[in-house]
């Protein structure tokens, strides 16, 4: 391991661009094939990348830059034969585990036959044996499960009565299951985190690279380091620093108007609270709207509302 990066610009790789210019870059599977390990604790000792990052994603027809979110980051076939799909979210969607559910589903279900469909030929036996495990990895800049601090999750096709999964049984450690759902929550504590996974999380945090992290990381480093980006992908990353500062004073500004807006509700709740509880013990309503500042109209309406 070379001597700590700390040269350039670096920017947290949440972002579309980055983050698919670290893990789905064909010029550094090593990069992926260590992501992959570590999130699913599997041995891997090969990746291919189907969708390889290129700036040109970011093209229109004409040549020109514009800003676009691909809908599955990365995907990546595994020397096994499985399939990884790799993503990030930096907000939480409604109905997003189905919708985590429904890609791995159909990317299990479009490799039927596959091996097969060129020469028309194969029994639906056969057909059915070109199905390999297909498992997503999902980043997430927000917490999806709060019952636990753990951020790495994992759910698989489990038989809860005999603690078994249905998967290949290939009696090799980590996950074993024909689909499976993994989740990186970022804002959890990482101490529970062990090995690579917590250089990972340091990764996207933006934090320093540790001098302990697998020599691969140096490379991850330096991909989200502005002295190695192009001018195009400088400028669309500034595009999604800007769009994600955006979303952040929207964000602020919400929370902001709705904790104006609630303690404005408490406060009025308290006063009509406070001016039943004067009437009720014989305060005049007059000395009731001096104290409380509510019209006497509002008050005989909360007095005769109180009796009944």
Same mark, same amino acid.
């Given at each position: 391991m070379n001597s700590i990066i700390n040269d350039g610009r670096r920017i947290r790789p949440v972002n579309d661009l980055l983050f698919r210019r670290v893990l789905g870059n064909a010029q550094h599977p090593d990069?992926?094939?260590?992501?992959?390990?570590?999130?699913?604790?599997?041995?891997?000792?090969?990746?291919?990348?189907?969708?390889? @990052? =290129?700036i040109d994603l970011y093209k229109n027809l004409d040549g020109e830059m514009i800003h676009r979110n691909t809908v599955v980051d990365v995907l990546v076939s595994l020397d096994n034969g499985s399939r990884v799909i790799v993503e990030m979210q930096t907000t939480?969607?409604?109905?997003?585990?189905?919708?985590?559910?429904? @890609?791995?589903?159909?990317? #299990?279900?479009?490799?039927y036959g596959a091996f097969n469909k060129s020469r028309q030929s194969g029994t639906a036996e056969s057909l059915y044996g070109s199905l390999y495990p297909v498992h997503a990895i999902c980043v997430?800049?927000?917490?999806?499960?709060?019952?636990?601090?753990?951020?790495?999750?994992?759910?698989?096709? #489990?038989?809860?009565?005999?603690?078994?999964?249905?998967?290949?049984?290939?009696?090799?450690?980590?996950?074993? =299951?024909l689909i499976s759902l993994s989740f990186l929550e970022l804002p959890k504590p990482y101490a529970r985190a062990g090995g690579s996974i917590m250089h990972w999380i340091d990764f996207f945090h933006g934090h320093p690279l540790d001098e302990n992290a697998p020599d #691969?990381?140096?490379?991850? #480093?330096?991909?989200? =380091?502005?002295?190695?980006?192009?001018?195009?992908?400088?400028?669309?990353?500034? @595009? @999604?620093?800007?769009?994600?500062?955006?979303?952040?004073?929207?964000?602020?500004?919400?929370?902001?108007?709705?904790?104006?807006?609630?303690?404005?509700?408490?406060?009025?709740?308290?006063?009509?609270?406070?001016?039943?509880?004067?009437?009720?013990?014989g305060f005049s309503l007059d000395c009731v709207a001096e104290l409380t500042g509510l019209a006497v109209t509002d008050l005989a309406k909360l007095q005769t509302d109180s009796i009944e």
């Open positions: 990069i992926t094939k260590g992501f992959i390990s570590s999130m699913l604790g599997i041995e891997v000792k090969d990746v291919f990348i189907e969708n390889p @990052y =290129s939480k969607q409604a109905h997003f585990i189905q919708r985590e559910l429904f @890609y791995v589903a159909s990317r #299990y279900a479009d490799q997430l800049d927000f917490m999806l499960f709060t019952e636990n601090d753990d951020p790495l999750s994992h759910f698989v096709l #489990y038989d809860i009565e005999h603690g078994r999964t249905i998967g290949n049984h290939s009696g090799t450690a980590g996950i074993d =299951s #691969y990381f140096e490379a991850a #480093y330096r991909l989200v =380091s502005e002295q190695d980006w192009s001018f195009e992908e400088k400028m669309m990353i500034d @595009y @999604y620093e800007l769009a994600e500062a955006d979303r952040l004073a929207q964000i602020d500004y919400g929370r902001q108007e709705g904790f104006e807006q609630g303690l404005e509700q408490g406060l009025e709740q308290s006063r009509h609270d406070i001016a039943r509880a004067a009437l009720l013990k």
